[in-house]
């Protein structure tokens, strides 16, 4: 586990405006830094950093925070992911908490697997551009298969040589120990015997989300038939088959940029497509598709079109795949490619633009495409019918949306031909529920009741009110100012005049003394949780740091603070002032506006008492009780009176 006093290290020293520099191309925008959202497509930027905060806003898409929660955003890294990546872009040691022995024991043997095969897939790269038999072999396979130069160094792409042990040896040599070349499949080992796992064969490294190499797949070159084509890294602790998605490394940020991710059987379905501009692509290794496998890509997008290799055995071992893809609540299309094809051979037979307007125009919804597939195979026969319809039916009911599931039963009852009430109670049947009733059930629920008045979408009063106070509390709570309350007090006379107090306070004194004397509690729990946290390290701290708060809070937390302190910020997106259009910064009357914001949450709690007084009569009661809520109601509604009134004054 990283200490605390690392991840401390890390905050200080790293630059949000140079991290993210490294993936946005920013420009200067007054005191901030602004440039094209990493997140959406756009040609007007909305992307804002602030170098003095150190925190970012996507205004685009509503993301925001701190250098951390960027690259777990951007980079779909974890927490300590991301804490590493910082460290080792700034040269910071990373110190671990006290581990027990078996903990230790645990985190070297797999920091040990890791770097044995960082070091093969460096070992494999060498042999092939540097040996003349990689050359020869390894390198001439490579580009007969339309591989550029670049693309083979993307992909770290190597060649094991043709020799028993050669890859042992060099990694003995190196330091490195046989357990762990066995642990990680390199090398296997029988009795006093050793061999390389890969002998003669093309390697394909296998990353990890975040870059790490965690296992290979190594194509054979030769004829020999007693040799799989194929040979993947056994299972290992860093390398599980069913949970890695060959090419995520590389395709993350394309799948997340294009919200949608393309899925291929092989390796070089994946290097070819990607070689072609089709970047949001990754395969299965040649594994079946896997849960796990589909909650990675889940991770980054919700949608998913399967490839079809253009043959019978491809498409229907792609179909199984689809049912699991489904009940991940995802999204599915299918492009099957014309017969005797695979993405590989049609990527490299075409233009970019070819491809690219071929998976445009070839890109189906799963119901269509398997529906008009299986009716092309049953024809005239009614049972072979009967039986489609119902495996239709099955995958329908893997979708856990209920609006889905009815979209496409209709859509299914229009292109079989047959009546929604039968797919209703067959879908009834298979979740095990009364067919009779089921049906109707089922139908009814999905019917859409239109009210008779549609309500207006309100704006949320206490919300906003709540939110300007955590505003004003972070951007402005140790200044100090003068506060002039105005005071309604009884004069000599008898009479009730306004008199104005003069008060000298720091803003943040001053709101939390006002809300204490109110007996004002905040509804929203993240604000609530805020404010305590506020007014405590306000309250404890001579430098108060807000980009060190955000640190400490919670994901939902740390967005609504990203939020506040960025909302200046929006404004010099549209560069306002150029416009002529003036835009006025709070801090010019900093006293006032807390004062008018304190006033109106108390004119709004008031008026909200008075609503609940006026409905609790509505509802009935004594004569005794209802007497003692009207002098309730008039007390309250006096209050809010004066309120309003000094809320203009203030104004």
Known sequence: MISKTTIDNVFETARVEEVIGDFVQLKKSGSNMKGL????????????????KQIWKDFSSGKGGNVVA??????????????????????????????????????????????????????????????????????????????????????????????????????????????????????????????????????????????????????ILSNTKKAAKYLNSPESDIYHKSKVLYGIYYAKQAIAKEDNCYLVEGYTDVIQFHQSGIENTVSS???????????????LTKNITVLFDGDAAGTRASLRGIDLILEQGMNVKVCPFPE????????????????????????????????????????????????????????????????????????????????????????????NKDPKTGSQYQKKKMEVVREKETPKTKIDQLYELERKIISLLILYGREEAEFHDVLLKQNEHGEMVYESEVQQAKVFEKIFLDLQEDEIEFTNEDFKELFQLLIEKLNSEDEFGVEMIINDLEKSQAIKLTDILMEEEQYELHDWERHDIPVKKKEQGISQYVTQTILSLRRYLVERKINELVQEMKDGGSEENRTEMIQEIMSYTSLSTILSDRLGRVM
């Open 285 to 299: 290794s040649g594994t079946a598709l896997t849960p796990e496998q589909i909650r990675l890509i889940n991770r």
């Open 340 to 431: 005797g094809e695979d993405p590989d051979s049609y990527a490299r037979a075409n233009s970019d633009e070819d491809l690219q307007e071929f998976l445009k125009e070839n890109s189906y919804d799963f119901i269509t495409y398997k529906a008009s597939l299986l009716m092309d195979e049953a024809k005239n026969d009614p049972v072979k019918k009967a039986g489609l319809i119902r495996d239709m039916v099955i995958s329908i009911s893997k979708i856990p949306d209920n609006i889905q599931r009815e979209v496409y039963l209709q859509e299914c009852s229009r292109i079989m031909d047959i009546n929604e009430d039968v797919l209703y109670a067959t879908l009834a049947q298979i979740e």
């Open 70 to 219: 960027f690259l777990m955003e951007h980079e779909h890294f974890t927490y300590p992911e991301a804490i590493k990546y910082l460290a080792k872009k700034y040269n910071i040691e990373i110190e671990e908490t006290q581990q027990s022995d078996e903990q230790k024991e645990q985190a070297n043997e797999r920091e040990s697997m890791y770097l044995v095969s960082e070091y093969a897939n460096k070992f494999f790269q060498k042999r092939m551009h540097e040996t003349d038999e990689g050359q020869a072999i390894g390198l001439s396979y490579f580009k007969e298969r339309g591989f550029s130069p670049e693309t083979i160094k993307k992909f770290d792409l190597g060649y094991s040589p043709d020799d028993w042990e050669v890859f042992t040896k060099a990694a003995l040599d190196a330091g490195y120990k046989l357990e762990y070349l066995e642990k990680t499949g390199l090398t296997i080992v029988k009795e006093n015997k050793r061999f390389d796992r890969f002998k003669g064969r093309v390697m394909f490294p296998i990353h990890s989300m975040s870059g790490r190499v965690l296992g290979f797949g190594g194509r």
């Open 37 to 52: 959202s990493p997140f959406t497509d756009e040609r007007s930027p909305s992307f804002m950093v602030s170098p003095v």
